[in-house]
């Protein structure tokens, strides 16, 4: 079957008169005449009684009519639909966020306000590759030449409000190598930087919780629970921070590259570089913001 012999049937159907469904298809009628034999010999039924002065559907004609109908009304609308998804999928922005999540988010949501039509998919895999931009972080100076740095970002050392460093200026972070810690798990690009701080301080951290939830690891630290590190930056300050004692690190040299990387290799979409130049001017801005 051919889908023009069902929209010739179809015609036919409902004028049930060959020659006037032949003058609307704009056709010879033995043209007509001869899609529908066809049909008809394809199918291995009689899908009209002919009769003198026209035709009439047939009971396998008229279940015919009533299946392909919707069939019908689903291929007229799907060019529309196929249009529709095209045009989104243009106004996606895939990206791979494993680093600096909240800024990102914060990003995403002022970048909607100026453009609404642009939607986002954001996954938090390191395997992924079908991505536009990935965001993650490296140790300063350590991070692949075809990456942009988009952000250096310092570290203070958290700890609770009650805690006895709480009054301290600044520290070095030797000091609190006694001190129970509370880290982000070893999935996240976070914690290998954090964990060569400390190796860097002379010890290895006593680890009294791990999360892959930056939030569980903020709310334990104010809880009083242990001691941990914190993004300049990329962790928003909350209702949590007031519990919680942010302190410069003097020794060693506690910071990181937060990096946007563009995949060529999935990416011809023009509103990812725009996306890409609104972030990087978004990080620079909340950077000026709190007065670095």
Not at 26 to 53: C, M, N, T, W, Y
Not at 159 to 177: C, F, G, M, R
Not at 277 to 284: E, G, K, Q
């Amino acid at each position: 079957m051919e889908l023009q012999q069902l929209q010739y049937f179809l015609v036919a159907a409902q004028y049930e008169h060959i020659t006037k469904a032949a003058n609307s298809l704009h056709i010879a009628q033995p043209a007509l005449s001869q899609s529908i034999k066809r049909l008809e010999a394809e199918l291995g039924v009689k899908l009209f009684d002919r009769k003198k002065g026209g035709i009439s559907l047939s009971a396998s004609g008229k279940l015919l009519v009533d299946e392909l109908r919707p069939i019908m009304k689903s291929l007229e609308s799907l060019p529309k639909k196929l249009q529709d998804t095209e045009k989104k999928q243009n106004q996606t922005i895939h990206l791979n966020v494993l680093a600096a999540s909240t800024l990102v988010t914060n990003c995403i949501i002022a970048y909607k306000i100026k453009h609404p039509e642009v939607h986002f998919q954001f996954v938090q895999s390191q395997s992924a590759m079908d991505y536009d931009l990935c965001i993650t972080a490296a140790l300063p100076r350590r991070n692949p030449a075809s990456n942009q740095i988009m952000l250096e970002e310092n570290f203070f050392l958290a700890v609770p409000a009650t805690s006895p460093y709480a009054s301290y200026k600044e520290i070095d972070l030797k000091e609190v190598a006694g001190e129970g810690f509370i880290l982000m798990t070893d999935t996240r690009p976070i914690r290998s930087i954090c964990d060569q701080f400390c190796i860097e301080a002379g010890f290895t951290p006593d680890i009294v919780f791990e999360s892959m939830n930056f939030e569980a690891v903020r709310s334990l630290i104010s809880a009083g629970m242990g001691v941990g590190f914190w993004p300049e930056y990329s962790w928003e300050n909350s209702e949590l921070s007031k519990n919680v004692v942010l302190l410069p690190i003097k020794s060693p040299e506690c910071k990181r590259d937060i990096i946007i990387t563009y995949n060529e290799d999935f990416s011809g979409n023009p509103i990812v570089k725009d996306f890409h130049d609104f972030l990087i001017a978004f990080a620079l801005e909340r950077k000026q913001a709190m007065g670095k």
